[in-house]
């Protein structure tokens, strides 16, 4: 193997510099260290490839290779013991992420470089709040605070009402000088590895099904998927119970009037209902299946229960609570599954949770399991239980439809563009899992209510750069740190001059940074 700094002319007339290597007759570009256009550049940049391969034990040949021309060795610069190198950085990202939590206003609604700096961190790397110092040692940021010193900055996040300030910030970002009039809610849940409950973290449903104590998160955003709000409760409270509140902190800070908020089935109730016609707000939610044959019984009465594909209904549908009852309008719609990919996957979700609960009653039924409730499941003679096969069969064809509750009336919203608003959602969905996954939002090492609101503030702030990036540059967020990152620039003293080599830009980044507003500066 042939390790060796390698020179190219780049179109722009600039001579690039790499570390290469040759094995078993094939070139591998290890790493860009950047262009010069000048002699003392170019000379900086060699010794940096230099020290790079004799601190990685690959000195094996540094001979300079050069391609399409020949570049002469640098006059008047002794390359050798004239520079001295100070390190790299990822300056590209950095400035990126830097300039889009300014140009969202999180500067100027809390202007705590703390803050900042901890939002950056976990957007390139998510860990905990002590190892992020570690994230911007290495990513050679300057002012890298102590661990004291952190700690210090965010417990003012409660006392001097971050959450609120940075809120706002995102509202005027997202609504760019008009009112954000429709807003997409859900909720999640986020464990902790603890044995005891507390006042907030407290055992209850939990979507990725565990026992652990946990907390409710509910999550406000626009039809981008752009968050708004964050709010988090108790981890025993119904998640029916945690929209009016938010929904009322949003209305109350940013006086938004003819809110139309969406929501999934799960927020279907008649207090939320009540509560949300009560409040004035104007809504659409997924209505449950089982509502199908009731709403639908007219429509199967007289044309049967085939559908067009795509074929939008429109019916009314009763919510009940004890004896009292009242009609809202809904909309159903049959998708063919057959037709696209994500269709068919729900079609199969669909028909293996069918297949699933008639398992489940005949094995109740037999005996096999212990006695609960379960869907299909009847009391027949003597109290025997059996499976009614006949409403199992019945379920079967309401594959393929999906119902939705609303109070707009039609000259408002067609039924087509209800379904249209609904399937907006996943856009909140996408902004959960990056909270999750990519953010890895879950606060592990917190206990105390003022240090996961903190937590959360972060990790708002960061959902928020993450998505706008993705909505400008049309990419996952993952994709635009693996492309950026590595674009370092180096910082070399020159005779006692520091001087600053830029990074070379691969044409993959070129295209993010094109992307965006020429504030970024590239």
Not at 269 to 279: F, G, H, R, Y
Request: proline letters at 3%; a positive charge.
């Amino acid at each position: 193997m042939r390790v060796y700094i390698r020179r190219v002319k780049t179109s722009s007339g600039a001579t690039a510099v790499q570390i290469a290597q040759k094995r078993h007759g094939k070139r591998e570009i290890l790493e860009h260290l950047g262009s010069a256009h000048d002699e003392v550049t170019l000379a900086s940049l060699e010794q940096v490839a230099r020290e790079k391969i004799q601190a990685g034990q690959m000195a094996f040949d540094l001979d300079l290779h050069t391609d399409d021309t020949t570049t002469a060795p640098a006059k008047g610069v002794d390359a050798g013991g004239g520079l001295v190198l100070h390190g790299t950085r990822p300056r590209v990202l950095w400035e990126v992420l830097e300039q889009a939590y300014e140009r969202i206003g999180f500067t100027g609604a809390v202007n705590d470089e703390v803050l900042k700096q901890l939002v950056l961190a976990r957007v390139i790397e998510p860990t905990s709040k002590l190892d992020s110092l570690r994230v911007l040692a290495e990513l050679n940021v300057e002012n890298v605070p102590s661990y004291a010193t952190l700690k210090r900055h965010l417990a003012r996040c409660v006392p001097d009402n971050w959450r609120d300030l940075l809120s706002s910030a995102a509202y005027r970002f997202a609504a760019d000088g008009g009112a954000v009039s429709v807003c997409l809610y859900d909720v999640t849940t986020l464990y902790f590895e603890a044995d005891e409950e507390d006042e907030l973290r407290k055992s209850g449903f939990s979507k990725e099904r565990r026992i652990d104590p946990q907390i409710l998160v509910g999550l406000l955003v626009d039809r981008h998927g752009f968050p708004l709000e964050l709010h988090f409760f108790e981890g025993n409270k119904a998640e029916t119970r945690t929209m009016i509140p938010v929904l009322d902190a949003f209305r109350d800070r940013h006086q938004v009037q003819d809110m139309l908020v969406v929501a999934d089935a799960g927020m279907l109730s008649w207090a939320n209902i009540q509560a949300l016609e009560e409040a004035g707000y104007q809504y659409i939610v997924g209505s449950r299946n089982a509502k199908a044959p009731m709403d639908l019984a007219k429509t199967f009465a007289t044309t049967g229960n085939h559908f067009a594909d795509g074929q939008v209904i429109e019916t009314t549908t009763e919510l009940k609570k004890g004896t009292e009852s009242s009609r809202r309008r809904a909309v159903w719609q049959y998708r063919l599954a057959r037709e696209h990919r994500d269709r068919l996957a729900r079609e199969h979700r669909d028909r293996r949770n069918h297949t699933l609960q008639v398992q489940r009653a005949e094995d109740i039924a037999a005996g096999r399991k212990a006695q609960r409730k379960a869907r299909f499941l009847t009391t027949g003679q003597r109290k025997s239980l059996t499976v009614d096969y006949e409403a199992a069969k019945a379920a079967e064809q309401l594959f393929g439809l999906k119902g939705y509750v609303t109070n707009t009336s039609m000259k408002v919203l067609s039924g087509a563009e209800v379904v249209a608003a609904y399937h907006s959602l996943f856009e909140v969905e996408a902004s959960f899992r990056m909270a999750k996954s990519d953010l890895r939002a879950r606060p592990i090492f917190h206990h105390t209510r003022d240090a996961i609101e903190a937590h959360l503030t972060i990790v708002f702030c960061a959902l928020a750069v993450g998505r706008h990036l993705q909505t400008a540059t049309g990419m996952s967020l993952r994709r635009i740190i693996k492309t950026l990152q590595p674009l370092r620039e180096g910082l070399v003293e020159i005779n006692g001059t520091i001087a600053t080599i830029p990074a070379a830009l691969t044409p993959e980044a070129k295209e993010i940074l094109k992307t965006l507003p020429e504030k970024s500066g590239h």
